[in-house]
T-cell receptor, first 115, second 113 residues
Framework: GDSVTQTEGQVTVSESKSLIINCTYS????????LFWYVRYPGEGLQLLLK???AGQKGSSRGFEATYNKEATSFHLQKASVQESDSAVYYC????????????WGSGTKLIIKP | DMKVTQMPRYLIKRMGENVLLECGQD?????MYWYRQDPGLGLQLIYI???????SEGDIPKGYRVSRKKREHFSLILDSAKTNQTSVYFC????????????FGKGTRLTVV
C-alpha cells in the first residue's frame, strides 16, 4: 500500500537558520499522488500549509517551500530562515487522484526553534 | 468562520462504558472524517462519511461506529470502550475530492481506564 515516511521525529533549529524537514513517499496505486504539508501549532487543529498536485512543481506558503520530486519520490519542506512562531508539528501526506479522499499520513516532525 | 468543532476536548471513561464523541462543521462540507492518532504514529482513518447516512470504513473501524444524520454533524461512538482505544481523536471535513483541503478540529483526548 501507499506510505509516507518522515524520518525525523524532532528537529531543532536556531532562529534565523534554514530548515529542511524530510518526506519521502511510496504510491503504488498511482504514479502521481497529490502531496500535502499540514501543520499543527500548539493548541490548534491541523491546518493545510501547502499542497502540490503536479510532479515537478513547487508549492509555497508562509515562507515555506516544497518541491514535488517524482524521481526521488520526495516532498521535503524547506524554509530559509525560521522564526520562533514556526514551532509546530509538521505532517507530510498524500492522496491519490481526485476521487480517493483518503489521506495517507507521515508520523510528523516536531520543530523546535532555539532562540 | 470556517470551523470544525469537537466536543468534548478531554474525556476519561471506564472500560466497558459507552463513549460519544461529537463533531460539527460550519462549512457545509459533504465529506467528514474521524481519525485517531497515537504517539509516534500518523493519523489513522477510522471512518469517512460522504454525506448524510453515507459512511464507509477506514483503515481501523473495529470497535467504532459512526452516525451522520445532518450534513454538519458527525458522531463517533465507542460501544463498550477498551483501554486500547485510549488515543487522541480528530474530526475533519472537506469538500468533494482527493485534492481538497481538509479542515480539522482540535481533537478529543480520550483516556479509557
Amino acid at each position: 500500500g501507499d506510505s509516507v515516511t518522515q524520518t525525523e521525529g524532532q528537529v531543532t533549529v536556531s532562529e534565523s537558520k534554514s530548515l529542511i524537514i524530510n518526506c519521502t513517499y511510496s504510491a503504488t496505486s498511482i504514479g502521481y499522488p497529490n502531496l500535502f504539508w499540514y501543520v499543527r501549532y500548539p493548541g490548534e487543529g491541523l491546518q493545510l500549509l501547502l499542497k502540490v498536485i503536479t510532479a515537478g512543481q513547487k508549492g509555497s506558503s508562509r515562507g515555506f517551500e516544497a518541491t514535488y520530486n517524482k524521481e526521488a519520490t520526495s516532498f521535503h519542506l524547506q524554509k530559509a530562515s525560521v522564526q520562533e512562531s514556526d514551532s509546530a508539528v509538521y505532517y507530510c501526506a498524500l492522496s491519490e487522484g481526485d476521487s480517493n479522499y483518503q489521506l495517507i499520513w507521515g508520523s510528523g516532525t516536531k520543530l523546535i526553534i532555539k532562540p | 468562520d470556517m470551523k470544525v468543532t469537537q466536543m468534548p476536548r478531554y474525556l476519561i471513561k471506564r472500560m466497558g462504558e459507552n463513549v460519544l464523541l461529537e463533531c460539527g462543521q460550519d462549512m457545509s462540507h459533504e465529506t467528514m472524517y474521524w481519525y485517531r492518532q497515537d504517539p509516534g504514529l500518523g493519523l489513522q482513518l477510522i471512518y469517512i462519511s460522504y454525506d448524510v447516512d453515507s459512511n464507509s470504513e477506514g483503515d481501523i473501524p473495529k470497535g467504532y461506529r459512526v452516525s451522520r444524520k445532518k450534513r454538519e454533524h458527525f458522531s463517533l461512538i465507542l460501544d463498550s470502550a477498551k483501554t486500547n482505544q485510549t488515543s487522541v481523536y480528530f474530526c475533519a471535513s472537506s469538500l468533494w475530492g482527493g485534492r481538497a483541503e481538509v479542515f480539522f478540529g482540535k481533537g478529543t483526548r480520550l483516556t479509557v481506564v
